[in-house]
């Protein structure tokens, strides 16, 4: 089992490797910076959002505009801050004119996300909006609005997470109706941080490899090189 230390030093070279990404070459050439995530590296709530825009881009942390305030607020109405959650999107460049993330893009750029989850190790996953629901849940089918508020474990990547869908805070800036629904929802998250965290799926184990059984020419060969190594002088003074 890692240490927070370890993982923590291994968030940053996944950092260093998204930073200079071009697995996504019309996203590489057309973005400023990669906005990896931000807050707290041992964070037990994650949230997840669909893409950077404009203002993400420019800065390199995500939900730095009017979504990101209200973000803020909801925070602040449960005993949270930023710094004490971490906050991440699907993609980790913005898509040109902030068009929707492309399926290759997504492909490319996931692995970035699990290793996320699989090193910060959060409790619950809270994703925002109707795509980041969608992609975690691997259900294009079922949208945000029957969802919404409703916890249910899920084995995303690496990680067993309690995962609890909600609205994008930019639904509700356009729709105000939204803003007592999404507050609401956030109010439900100190009791799924008070739970106990979703039991871990047991690593992959490797298969071991079929046993070699040597043909009678090779054994000669092997008990000859035994006697070449046994009279050496490096194994006699014990350097080998």
Known sequence: MRSAEQRREELKAVYREASGCTRCPQLAAARHTVVFGSGHADADLMFVG???????DKQGVPFVGQAGKLLDQLLGEIGLTRADVFVVNVL??????NRDPLPQEIDNCQDYLFRQLELIEPRVVCTLGNFATK???AD???GITKLHGREEERVIGPRAVRLYPIYHPAAALYTRSLLDTLRADFSRLPELLALD???????????????????PEQVEEIEAARVIEHESPETQLGLF
């Open 135 to 137: 992609l975690l849940r």
């Open 197 to 215: 965290p979703p039991p871990q799926p047991a690593p992959a184990v490797a298969e071991a490899p079929e046993p070699v059984v040597p043909e």
């Open 92 to 97: 980790k460049c913005r898509p040109p004119g």
């Open 50 to 56: 669909e893409a950077p825009g404009a203002n993400e």
């Open 140 to 142: 294009p089918s079922t």
